[in-house]
């Protein structure tokens, strides 16, 4: 597999992967808010011969949300099968890694809330993940007196 180098290539060139079995709609927006605020911070990858996107469907949909005509790409010489298996891998590795909750507990908790804005965790894990130390400690539950025998 050569690489070319990185390229900006406009959106109405890109070719979406026909096959691609991710269902990503639901991830736009919280891509887009990311992209806003962050920029592009991971190209799309592309197929040289084709434009066909291998990696980076919903960064392209988030930026086509935000009315992007043109969107950072890197381009492989790559074939067709080497292009599908690279997009399968790219997506099953991204499943693989665990989150270590307790330091990325402390990581969150060092922000101001308006920080935690547009990082992709929904409020209800927020909430989990910042607020443990705001939860009342758990009942104890005292053992019953003793009974005084003379």
């Known amino acids: 597999m050569n690489e070319k180098d990185f390229a900006w290539v406009d959106v109405a060139d890109l070719v979406p992967w026909i096959k691609n079995p991710r269902h990503n709609d639901q991830a ?47 381009i492989l010489e790559i074939t067709d099968r080497n292009a599908e298996r690279l997009a399968i891998a790219d997506n099953k590795t991204n499943e693989i890694a665990q989150w270590d909750e307790e ?25 989990e993940l910042t607020n443990h130390n705001n939860e009342p400690p758990p009942k104890t539950v005292e053992p019953p007196p003793k009974a005084f025998v003379n």
């Open 28 to 74: 736009v927006q919280p891509v887009a808010a990311s992209i806003e605020e962050f920029g592009f911070g991971a190209p799309i990858v592309i197929q040289a011969k084709t434009n066909m996107i291998i990696a980076g469907h919903t960064r392209l949909k988030a930026a086509m949300r935000l009315g992007w005509s043109k969107v950072p790409c890197r």
């Open 103 to 127: 330091q990325l507990e402390e990581i969150l908790g060092g922000f101001e809330p308006e920080e935690l804005d547009n990082l992709g965790f929904s409020q209800d894990e927020l909430d």
